[in-house]
């Protein structure tokens, strides 16, 4: 593949409530489900794109976060699954979709995040990482993403070959895509069905009456456990059986189908080569267990609050607060970020440097297992809720996110900085010493900028741990 699959479209949050009914609500003749465990997992184009990602691709999602806990979740939960996130903003609520479950059948769907959001202007990475896509999976889920227009002009210039995964409340693919992936519920919304006719009449004239409106290369339609139909130029439909039993949790299924014809495509297989790869990919899916199965194991969720002193400004809560009232006023968003293991002059110095960029100050701080893992197992000295506190003390910070991955890329993704600051010896070299942060890739991707600040020189925590150990020894 000579570039990354790009994934674009809306992400929702999903969350799975496992429980056991034994008795009926004693005011209402409903079940009384009895939490016993709960998962949550990105849903829609995420899914998607977590989907390709576990097949070794390099996955880019091209999708819409909120500031909100929500939003949050998905960055950390995305990151953990090796998606790269190029994120848009979105105005409003995360979108949820909540499943309360018993022994494995659905009681009860609950969904909420209110009415859709309006997705923010893609920057010019974005577009850029399209046009040098080996293949684009459009995953729309009805909420706007898909209909961006700078969105819509990039993929119609693409070279890559597009896969379109359609709602019926999205709008028409771009004319041109290669594979257009509804499903049958799908098809009669957007193709009325002639009455009395058969399954596989109205398959199929829906898909032709789809290729025809869109412009379209192909159009597969899934048709669950009997597998997919395939019209394309020519006047007989290919019908591409399921290779065994596919009974289970179809939840996903079509995010599946979608994400192994997008792979397939960008491998060079042909349209009807990608559709059997498609196929016998769901089909294994259902068969093994479905979505509970496939995914990698959850994260740990964000802290979103701490008790005591300093405590109503850490967390995901107290971030998502500033950010909207700092974007709704306009005004500019520094984060920095590290350990800050042993609060010192050096790291209060880049601290009040950072603050005077702009109008707000959040500090991403390493959780203690993320210190380990960087540090070693000795370290931190204290704990992250101590930093967390310590850092919210200091009136040059406003807010405080503690994050568990090795790096803040995920952290970076929610709370999309205008300026992201780092203090030390970056900025010694000659050239573009921007370029060498590790971080400066991440903000490229909503248009962020990265800087470095002076440092006040013979402040270091390690030098500090090392000689206090030395003190104590003598």
Known sequence: MRGPVVVLGDTLLDRDVEGVVNRLCPDSPVPVL??????????????????????GAEVVLVTALADDAGGARLSALLAAAGVQVYPLALAGATPEKIRLRARGRVLLRHDRGGTFGEPGQPSDEVLRVIGAASAVLVSDYGRGVARQPALRDALSATRAPVVWDPHPRGPAAVPGVHLATPNESEVRELVPALPGASRLATASRGAQGLRRRWRAGAVAVTLGGDGALLCHAGSTPLVVPTPGSAEGDTCGAGDRFAAAASLALAQGALVSEAVQAAVAEASAYVAGGGVAAALPPPVRPTPTSFAGPGGDRVGVAAVATLLGEVRAAGGTVVATGGCFDLLHAGHVATLQAARQLGDCLIVCVNSDASVAGLKGPDRPV???????????ALSCVDAVLIFDEPTPDAAL????????????????????????????????????????VPYLDGRSTTDMIVRSIGERTR
């Open 382 to 392: 204290m704990s992250e809720g101590d930093r967390a506190r310590l850092l919210a």
């Open 34 to 55: 009895d939490e016993s465990a709960a998962s949550d997992r990105p849903g829609g184009a995420g899914l998607a794109a977590v989907f390709a990602a576990a097949q």
């Open 413 to 452: 993704s929610w709370v999309r900085p205008d300026i992201w600051v780092k203090g030390g010896d970056y900025a010694t070299g000659g050239g573009d010493d921007a370029a060498t942060l590790p971080e400066a890739e991440v903000l490229r991707r909503w248009g962020g900028n990265t800087v470095v």
